[in-house]
């Protein structure tokens, strides 16, 4: 048993199993000395297991009596549905992530019957996900202060860094978290501005919890703000794009960051910002559907000239291939 994690369950498996054992017991049982079954056993204490010492060399650490863990039932569907979870979420940029996830799955394979365990697994050594290089926040304590600022309407007091490393303060009443293209934000009501304002969690340098309270803005959908202010931050190009499908296609092929979707009469109306037309240009040759680009005119010029630049592409690897 190599790892910490899984001797500390081993350890209160014991317990369960044994009405006492000494601590030369459980040393023995699980190699290590009695000194890290004491750091063990406060490991379980600080997780709410009520455990009781004898005291003197001879002594033994047992149960509280009646005390006993509650079974953990899942389908096989909700063991894969569990597992693929704790896999994402080392992909979702989580600062110190990787060790609660490692226990995480400790504890998931030891209460999983051994066919389900074994399928859980496979799957947690053979899959990887990719989450578009995610930039961790600086720890996870400014995600969980955030996230238990916004669930209680709390304000906090929030000191923060720009891009440029110029660091402010002000108090912000937390709305709501949300995860896209790669970074963690938080989207609120900031008193230094006096407007809805969104800040980068990996940029927070400290999270202070204030005594008063705010009432969040009925149905504000983090996300959805999200999208919509990185579709509009002013560029040098305002870009209208009609494409030729269904609102619902269109939302599955275009990302978030990319424009914003509005039902049109004559498919979907796809409104953004670009300075560069040319990359703007290699994005939309992407999508599976026809299109018009209804402005600007550089666009289409854009756009023929990746296509003139395909087109040599493909000639020259004909006529590579012919010769």
């Not at 394979?109 to 074994?118: F, G, M």
């Not at 790669?182 to 999270?207: E, I, K, P, Q, S």
């Not at 914003?260 to 670009?274: D, F, I, K, N, P």
């Not at 003139?308 to 493909?314: G, H, N, Q, V």
Request: hydrophobic residues 45%.
């Amino acid at each position: 048993m190599p790892r910490p994690t899984t001797r500390v369950l081993a350890l209160l498996e014991l317990l369960q199993t044994h009405a006492r054992l000494s601590g030369a017991e459980l040393a023995a049982r699980l190699q290590v000395d009695r000194r890290t079954v004491r750091r063990y056993v406060t490991v379980l204490e600080e997780l709410g297991i009520p455990l009781t010492a004898e005291r003197g060399r001879a002594g033994a650490y047992m149960l509280v009596a009646g005390f006993k863990l509650p079974p953990m039932m899942f389908t096989d569907q909700e063991a894969m549905a569990l597992a693929l979870g704790l896999l994402a979420s080392r992909g979702l940029g989580l600062a110190e992530a990787a060790p609660a996830v490692e226990s995480a799955q400790a504890k998931l394979a030891r209460v999983l019957p051994p066919s389900i365990a074994r399928r859980v697994r496979a799957l947690s050594e053979s899959v990887r996900l990719d989450l578009s290089r995610p930039v961790a926040p600086r720890d996870n304590q400014a995600l969980a202060a955030l996230a238990a600022a916004a669930q209680t309407r709390s304000r906090v007091h929030l000191r923060y860094a720009s891009r440029e490393g110029v660091e402010s303060e002000r108090d912000f009443d937390a709305f709501g978290l949300a995860y896209l293209a790669g970074c963690w934000y938080a989207v609120g009501m900031c008193h230094l501005r006096g407007g809805v304002r969104t800040f980068r969690l990996d940029r927070v340098l400290a999270v202070e919890q204030r005594e008063a309270r705010f009432v969040r803005p009925a149905s504000f959908d983090v996300l959805e703000y999200l999208k919509r202010s990185f579709a509009s931050l002013p560029r040098a190009h305002s870009v209208e794009v009609l494409l030729h499908t269904d609102l619902e296609r269109a939302r599955r092929e275009v990302y978030a960051a990319f424009g914003l979707l509005e039902w049109h009469e004559r498919g979907v109306l796809l409104r953004s910002q670009a300075d560069d037309l040319g990359w703007f240009a290699q994005e939309l040759s992407r999508l599976p559907f026809p299109f018009e680009i209804l402005r600007p005119a550089g666009l289409r010029r854009a756009l023929a000239a990746n296509a003139r630049r395909l087109l040599r592409l493909a000639a020259g690897n004909l006529s590579r291939h012919r010769a």
